[in-house]
T-cell receptor
Framework: DAGVTQSPTHLIKTRGQHVTLRCSPISGHKSVSWYQQVLGQGPQFIFQYYEKEERGRGNFPDRFSARQFPNYSSELNVNALLLGDSALYLC??????????????FGQGTRLTVV | AQTVTQSQPEMSVQEAETVTLSCTYDTSESNYYLFWYKQPPSRQMILVIRQEAYKQQNATENRFSVNFQKAAKSFSLKISDSQLGDTAMYFCASPGGSEKLVFGKGTKLTVNP
């Protein structure tokens, strides 16, 4: 079975541009979460979606937005890119909506570099 | 805010030896899961082991086991018979509410031949 797949794997953008990152969850998983991991740190929570509804939002500016589609895949959008947005963006899927009682499985990430 | 603390930024161990990675966490939940993830240079976060907080028994997964002390909010990972392929960043994670995981800063583990 395919795991969590993310595209693209690498991306270079210029300051001020917009970027869209994509994620396909494991088949049967209805929850998708997005995390940002800057170099040398642990992942930081950005968004969680379950059954196409936003269930949680981390402490990120409004330039960050996301959505989940009827097939449970998801997009993360970042507008007006800043140098500080350079990071590894991780997508995680899980069967249930809450990490209190379910495991999260991660994709290989998208490495975004803003120049 | 919920926090996860990994006090060992880097550790090294000889192949075939045992190493323990430390983690403390802070959550207001009563029933929850705790996780250790491994992140090799390939970047993918791989689930190593899961502990259900309502279970007294420590989780074990082949060479990986945890020492879970709920009252102390401590959740350490023991790797026995270390292998070169265990070289990676290891992250401890606990729920930060009902919608997210909170990760520590990680421990870089190097297994030496």
């Amino acid at each position: 079975d395919a795991g969590v797949t993310q595209s693209p794997t690498h991306l270079i953008k210029t300051r001020g541009q917009h970027v869209t990152l994509r994620c396909s969850p494991i088949s049967g998983h209805k929850s998708v979460s997005w995390y940002q991991q800057v170099l040398g740190q642990g992942p930081q929570f950005i968004f969680q979606y379950y059954e196409k509804e936003e269930r949680g939002r981390g402490n990120f500016p409004d330039r960050f937005s996301a959505r989940q589609f009827p097939n449970y895949s998801s997009e993360l959008n970042v507008n007006a890119l800043l140098l500080g947005d350079s990071a590894l963006y991780l997508c995680a899927s899980s069967f249930l909506s809450s990490p209190l009682n379910t495991e999260a499985f991660f994709g290989q990430g998208t490495r975004l570099t803003v120049v | 805010a919920q926090t996860v603390t990994q006090s060992q930024p880097e550790m090294s161990v000889q192949e075939a030896e045992t190493v323990t990675l430390s983690c403390t966490y802070d959550t207001s939940e009563s029933n929850y899961y705790l996780f250790w993830y491994k992140q090799p240079p390939s970047r993918q976060m791989i689930l190593v082991i899961r502990q259900e907080a309502y279970k007294q028994q420590n989780a074990t997964e082949n060479r990986f086991s945890v020492n879970f002390q709920k009252a102390a909010k401590s959740f350490s990972l023991k790797i026995s018979d270390s292998q070169l392929g265990d070289t990676a960043m290891y992250f401890c994670a606990s729920p930060g509410g009902s919608e997210k995981l909170v990760f520590g800063k990680g421990t870089k583990l190097t297994v030496n031949p």
